[in-house]
């Protein structure tokens, strides 16, 4: 897996993993669940890769000088 997701972008997806992810502990109900989706965020953060920019060939990775 070659990294696709950039560090700027990278800050974003933790930030609003973590956010998503404090709704299971903040809302009551059903929609409390809705927060586990924080991980899919935290989780690409974290490899440095997207399945949906490597499937649309993205990237917000700094081109490398050459």
Do not use: E, H
Not at 9 to 20: Q, S, T
Not at 48 to 66: D, E, N, V
Request: glycine residues 10%; contains cysteine.
């Amino acid at each position: 897996m070659k990294t696709n997701v950039g560090t700027i972008d990278r800050v974003f997806r933790i930030v609003f993993g973590l956010v998503l992810l404090s709704l299971v502990f903040l809302v009551q109900g059903d929609l409390r669940w809705i927060g586990l989706v924080g991980i899919v965020p935290l989780a690409t953060a974290f490899m440095g890769w997207c399945p949906l920019y490597a499937l649309f060939g993205m990237s917000s990775c700094p081109m490398k000088p050459q």
